[in-house]
């Protein structure tokens, strides 16, 4: 089945720097890569969404890219704020019925 | 918007108890997930369906049963509780298609003592 690794663990920044989170899959037939923030004692929300005939897509401060090659995929969240400061999940699945398989998450933290 | 709505925030219960943790959700999704959330361990999937009665074992279905009578709930059931049974338990749906967003309800954190 699919696997999906998630790195770092944990990443500070200070506010206004750039933030990367890298998550690799191994699931060739994947072909949906949600991104996942999860604050502090509430629910995960998507934030952004990537299918796999798209390299690239945008939502102002927040970006992820996909590399099918490679099978793995980023987010990129640039001038960071303290509200950016959650757990980021990544995720993968084949479509149809079959569930999302999360990465282990990611702790960011944006220092003011 | 769409609402996913568990039963409880929090529970505590003794080992042995059986336990029932109720999902509904109400926008006429197929699917709907139990996953087991985790420091450093992430989302889990415990089990889902994706039709009425119709169930699969995700990646940790030990312990654990499940239960879809209607379309807009999912019931997790712990048939004998144990410590490490002690975690946040999550429910989501989504709609059947190439590659959908799963909407989450709001945790439930379990304690067994």
């Given at each position: 089945g699919e696997?999906?690794e998630?790195?770092?663990s944990?990443?500070s920044?200070?506010?206004?720097d750039?933030?990367?989170?890298k998550?690799?899959y ?6 949906y890569?949600p991104?996942y923030?999860?604050?502090?004692g509430?629910?995960?929300q998507l ?6 005939n798209?390299g690239?897509k945008?939502d102002?401060r927040i ?8 099978k793995h995929f980023?987010l990129?969240?640039?001038e960071?704020?303290p509200?950016d400061?959650a757990?980021?999940f990544c ?12 990465g282990?998450g990611t702790r960011?933290s944006?220092?003011? | ?5 568990q039963?409880s925030r929090y ?5 042995g ?12 999704h197929?699917n709907?997930f139990w ?5 450093g361990?992430?989302?889990r ?5 994706y039709d009425v009665?119709?169930k699969?074992?995700g990646?940790i ?6 239960s879809?009578?209607?379309?807009e709930r999912f019931?997790?059931?712990l ?6 049974q002690?975690?946040m338990?999550?429910c989501?749906?989504s ?12 945790g439930?954190?379990?304690t067994v003592v």
């Amino acid at each position: 089945g699919e696997n999906v690794e998630q790195h770092p663990s944990t990443l500070s920044v200070q506010e206004g720097d750039s933030a990367v989170i890298k998550c690799t899959y191994s699931d060739s037939a994947s072909n949906y890569f949600p991104w996942y923030k999860q604050e502090l004692g509430k629910r995960p929300q998507l934030i952004i969404d990537i299918r796999s005939n798209v390299g690239e897509k945008k939502d102002q401060r927040i970006a992820v890219t996909l590399n099918k090659t490679a099978k793995h995929f980023s987010l990129h969240i640039t001038e960071t704020q303290p509200e950016d400061s959650a757990v980021y999940f990544c995720a993968a699945s084949i479509g149809g019925n079959t569930p999302l398989v999360f990465g282990k998450g990611t702790r960011l933290s944006v220092i003011a | 918007d769409v609402k996913v709505t568990q039963s409880s925030r929090y529970l505590v219960k003794r080992t042995g108890e059986k336990v029932f943790l109720e999902c509904v959700q109400d926008m006429d999704h197929e699917n709907m997930f139990w996953y087991r959330q985790d420091p450093g361990l992430g989302l889990r999937l415990i089990y889902f369906s994706y039709d009425v009665k119709m169930k699969e074992k995700g990646d940790i279905p030990e312990g654990y049963s499940v239960s879809r009578e209607k379309k807009e709930r999912f019931s997790l059931i712990l048939e004998s509780a144990s410590t490490n049974q002690t975690s946040m338990y999550l429910c989501a749906s989504s709609v059947t298609g190439r590659g959908t967003e799963a909407f989450f309800g709001q945790g439930t954190r379990l304690t067994v003592v």
